[in-house]
């Protein structure tokens, strides 16, 4: 999916998912680590910490698209 | 560490006023056995069935598979954690009724349960179309949560197994094997000799919650850090399977009583290698999980000395990472590994067998595509629910004809493809 969008549909994506290694290893190019397989986007649980948590992944996203890269990058910042 | 197995041939197995053994029949008396579990409140409805080899039955869904086996001689009592306390397990002398298995059957607990069939081409797929087994039937209490309904179904099993091997501790025994190897890496050395390749076994065990686990001596396996079992300890029943995995490659508790891989290096233990003992390690969900596991396994492994290790998956998907990031890690340190696990390939086997690669996994055993199609013939008796095939992974709704015989993708069926080799098929390169 994310390799398609990029490539037929010429929209720059950010993938976020648990495993990087697997992420590295389809083709993502800005990727984004996510929390856990069961959810990655969030701390269910705890409503203060999930949301912390989401709008951290939320701002990487927004880095990341907005960052040039010319390689396979993996935002942990 | 030295256990004797001794084991008594089951042919058979019928219903009978006492559970015993005679003369290779295994006889159940079906209201004791039924009594072990009337305190049980998170089942309404319990019963029993038997099927033999070669008969036209359909077992569906199918949770777990317990080989009976009990304690003749040695501390502690098989299965330790759910039966007994919690000794070390592997020495002295274990009862094993071979050819006889538990099977536990009920409305799905998750959708990857799966079918065991007693003749027809579904038998070259598992161990249990060739055993004499003895199904426990279940109905959960009504509101009862998933994970409570797995827990009960799960011990009761496990009970059930050891209940039965316990009522044939007089059994005439058929045949009986020793495995012996000294406790220590030194002891161990000295039984090889310097020349002897040191091998460890790398058993990953699933280990993400949510109706994926395993248990090893009754302690949750995504509470531990990677840890040294003897291979004996395995053969007690040390491990226990708590996962609904895709039927495939989820590893039953019958699997890892009879794994092929550590009864192999058992075998030659001293004659052409060294085996140094079984890491188990885990599958987690978090990446920094896998990491801190894969890491903490390569130590253990240095720490042994270890010169070769064999490694298992357990499920597919995010543990490919699991055996990239061993395989990687171990060979960096020097090292060598063979990968065993299967492929994901779709229908046509076109597609990348595995979610995760790296070329330092160079050595890989693949137990087959779990996708492979494959047409099961109707059956004269079902034992569980055939309409439960629309939810098992690799089945859907259109999977039944109107006769019964079922079309689905061999994921659906127990152990086709467990990646610890115990099972006939495999892959060919072409």
Redo the contacts between chains.
């Keep these: 999916m994310v390799r398609e969008i990029e490539k037929t549909a010429g929209i720059p994506v950010v993938h976020i998912a648990t495993i990087v290694p697997i992420m590295l290893t389809v083709g993502s190019n800005r990727i984004i680590p996510g929390i856990a397989i069961p959810h990655p986007l969030g701390k269910p649980g705890n409503d203060e910490e999930d949301h912390a948590a989401r709008r951290k992944l939320c701002e990487r996203a927004l880095k990341a698209i907005t960052t040039k890269i010319d390689k396979q990058t993996v935002f942990k910042e | 560490m030295k256990l004797e197995l001794r084991q008594a041939f089951v042919r058979d197995v019928q219903w009978g006023e006492k559970t015993q053994m005679k003369e290779g029949v295994l006889f159940i008396d079906k209201a004791d056995a039924l009594s072990l579990l009337a305190e049980e409140k998170r089942f309404t409805h319990l019963d029993m069935d038997l099927a033999r080899p070669g008969e036209s039955v359909r077992i569906i869904p199918v949770k777990d598979v317990i080989e009976p086996r009990c304690k003749l001689e040695g501390k502690g009592e098989c299965f330790p954690g759910f039966i007994g306390g919690s000794e070390t397990v592997g020495n002295g002398a274990t009862l094993v009724l071979k050819g006889a298995a538990v099977v536990t059957v009920g409305p799905i607990v998750s959708i990857q349960e799966g079918l065991v069939d007693m003749s027809g081409p579904g038998t070259e797929y598992n161990p249990y179309g060739a055993t004499c087994n003895v199904c426990l039937l279940v109905q959960p209490a009504a509101g009862i949560e998933k994970k409570e309904y797995e827990t009960a179904l799960r011990e009761a099993g496990i009970r059930l197994a050891w209940y039965i091997a316990d009522k044939c501790r007089d059994a005439a025994i058929d045949r009986s094997d020793v495995y012996e190897m000294a406790d220590s890496v030194e002891g161990k050395a000295a039984e090889c000799g310097s020349n002897l390749p040191r091998f460890v076994y790398v058993c990953q065990a699933i280990s993400?919650?949510?109706l994926h686990d395993t248990f090893l001596y009754g302690v949750d396996v995504k509470q531990i850090l990677p840890t040294l079992v003897q291979p004996q300890e395995i053969m007690d029943g040390a491990m226990i399977s708590a996962n609904c995995v895709s039927a495939c490659d989820k590893q039953n508790t019958f699997h890892h009583q009879n794994n092929p891989v550590v009864m192999e290096l058992c075998a030659r233990h001293g004659k052409d290698l060294n085996f140094l003992g079984v890491i188990v390690t885990t599958e987690m969900?978090?990446?920094v999980g896998?990491i801190r596991s894969s890491e903490y396994t390569v130590k253990l492994a240095q720490m042994l000395g270890a010169q070769v290790a064999i490694i298992t998956e357990e499920g597919c998907g995010?543990p490919?990472?699991d055996i990239?990031?061993n395989a990687k890690n171990l060979e960096l340190a020097g090292i060598k590994t063979v990968v065993i696990g299967n492929e994901v390939a779709g229908q046509n086997g076109a597609s990348q067998g595995l979610?995760?690669?790296?070329p330092e996994m160079n050595a890989y055993v693949s137990c087959g595509n779990i996708n492979e199609l494959v047409e099961l013939p109707p059956m004269k008796k079902i034992i569980g629910d055939i309409r439960a095939i629309a939810n098992v992974s690799g089945g859907d709704e259109k999977s039944i004809g109107s006769d019964g015989t079922i079309v689905c993708e061999i994921q659906s069926i127990i152990g086709s493809t467990n990646e610890l080799g115990c099972s006939k098929i495999g892959c060919e390169w072409i």
């Design positions: 993400q919650g949510l969900m978090t990446l896998k995010n490919d990472t990239c990031m979610a995760d690669v790296t």
